[in-house]
């Protein structure tokens, strides 16, 4: 039963970011005018990477009393870390934006988007 819960989080948590990065952040470009997806970006982002935080927790503690496969608790460990990466990095990719810093901006989004594929790798290989 609670690995069924577990597998449901991790699965929730794969959903939050292929909808988020198949959905919602093209069709904000199209939609929205520059200003305003930023705007609305900057307000999604930190929920976002929130969201994916509180969901690894779960996981991340039932796999530390657990220790039945120390692969799934490094796995969280990881997927955990970088879930709180992404949202220290939040303020700091928005004032690199605002302090038109390209490079440190370019390198901070990067980050975040292999925090994000961290995040998505480590929940499908719960899975396995």
């Not at 930190?46 to 496969?69: C, D, G, V």
């Not at 692969?71 to 969280?76: F, G, Q």
Request: proline content about 3%.
């Amino acid at each position: 039963m609670i690995m069924d819960i577990l597998y449901f989080i991790a699965a929730i948590q794969i959903g939050v970011i292929v909808t988020h990065l198949f959905l919602t952040t093209p069709i904000i470009f199209k939609v929205l005018k520059e200003e305003d997806a930023s705007s609305f970006l900057r307000t999604i982002f930190p929920r976002y990477y929130l969201a994916l935080f509180l969901l690894s927790i779960p996981i991340l503690i039932n796999e530390l009393f657990n220790m039945t496969n120390s692969t799934n608790y490094y796995s969280y460990l990881v997927n955990s870390s970088h879930a709180f990466a992404g949202l220290v990095l939040i303020p700091l990719t928005n004032t690199a934006r605002d302090r038109n810093w390209q490079k440190v901006f370019s390198f901070l989004h990067g980050f975040s988007v292999y925090c994000t594929l961290a995040i998505a790798i480590t929940a499908i290989v719960y899975f396995f």
